[in-house]
């Protein structure tokens, strides 16, 4: 199988690691994976803040990036649930790439059909499912069964899981004190788990929280579930 990697402007300016370990993951599992070069902002920003005029341009240049693949893969599900949500509303053909688009736990279960990646890491690790992920996806357990499969790992609840952790793109910027209060919530609640690692599928989320626990010099680190899953016991990742 050949698939396209949409590895998003976040991932791309600040995480590049998250898309290495999403390539090294994919092409352990057999698939081939392309990286299709003209691909930019999906105009998730823009479009959250209300200039749809200034969204356009860079749907069409994500239409064309990605135009003759039959599986695009992201590994973020605010990005996957920008184009799947809302490009339709952008005509046919930005509405034909939609469908197209999987956030990285939707295309292992649902696509590849798999759960155990054959991953190794062993740590006490808690995950935040993200608002997108969580709600436009609806991703439910699928990166929980990815997460409980992996060898070594040893999975704990989160208390207030499925609560905002304040980010929320732009909404961080326009209420920085009610965001940092909401992610103040989430860290608390983060540590009261014992983990080592707090695992999330979005790095928007996990730029925020991770900034935050940095900041404290928590005994908590951020990382993506792709670098969790692409570390074996051969190649660890992190």
């Given at each position: 199988?050949?698939?396209?990697?949409?590895?998003?402007?976040?991932?791309?300016?600040?995480?590049?690691?998250?898309?290495?370990?999403?390539?090294?993951?994919?092409?352990?599992?057999?698939?081939?994976?392309?990286?299709?070069?003209?691909?930019?902002?999906?105009?998730?920003?823009?479009?959250?803040?209300?200039?749809?005029?200034?969204?356009?341009?860079?749907?069409?240049?994500?239409?064309?990036?990605?135009?003759?693949?039959?599986?695009?893969?992201?590994?973020?599900?605010?990005?996957?649930?920008?184009?799947?949500?809302?490009?339709?509303?952008?005509?046919?053909?930005?509405?034909?790439?939609?469908?197209?688009?999987?956030?990285?736990?939707?295309?292992?279960?649902?696509?590849?059909?798999?759960?155990?990646?054959?991953?190794?890491?062993?740590?006490?690790?808690?995950?935040?499912?993200?608002?997108?992920?969580?709600?436009?996806?609806?991703?439910?357990?699928?990166?929980?069964?990815?997460?409980?499969?992996?060898?070594?790992?040893?999975?704990?609840?989160?208390?207030?899981?499925?609560?905002?952790?304040?980010?929320?793109?732009t909404f961080?910027?326009?209420?920085?004190?009610?965001?940092?209060?909401?992610?103040?919530?989430?860290?608390?609640?983060?540590?009261?788990?014992?983990?080592?690692?707090?695992?999330?599928?979005?790095?928007?989320?996990?730029?925020?929280?991770?900034?935050?626990?940095r900041r404290?010099?928590?005994?908590?680190?951020?990382?993506?579930?792709?670098?969790?899953?692409?570390?074996?016991?051969?190649?660890?990742?992190?």
């Open positions: 199988m050949r698939v396209a990697l949409f590895v998003t402007c976040v991932n791309d300016a600040v995480f590049p690691s998250t898309g290495v370990a999403t390539v090294r993951l994919l092409e352990r599992l057999g698939v081939t994976v392309d990286f299709p070069a003209a691909q930019s902002c999906c105009g998730q920003p823009q479009f959250n803040t209300g200039y749809r005029a200034e969204t356009a341009p860079l749907v069409r240049r994500t239409v064309r990036a990605f135009e003759g693949y039959d599986h695009v893969v992201t590994p973020s599900g605010s990005c996957a649930a920008m184009v799947r949500h809302h490009y339709p509303s952008f005509g046919t053909d930005a509405g034909a790439l939609a469908p197209r688009v999987y956030e990285l736990t939707e295309f292992l279960v649902d696509v590849l059909g798999v759960t155990d990646v054959g991953a190794y890491f062993p740590h006490r690790v808690t995950y935040h499912p993200s608002c997108h992920g969580l709600r436009l996806l609806g991703l439910g357990e699928r990166p929980r069964r990815l997460l409980e499969a992996v060898k070594g790992l040893e999975l704990v609840e989160l208390p207030g899981a499925e609560e905002c952790c304040g980010f929320g793109g961080a910027v326009k209420n920085p004190d009610v965001s940092a209060a909401m992610g103040a919530d989430k860290i608390t609640n983060a540590l009261s788990t014992g983990a080592e690692v707090l695992c999330g599928a979005d790095n928007s989320c996990l730029l925020h929280v991770g900034g935050m626990l404290q010099e928590a005994p908590l680190r951020a990382l993506h579930l792709a670098e969790i899953l692409a570390s074996t016991e051969e190649e660890p990742w992190a």
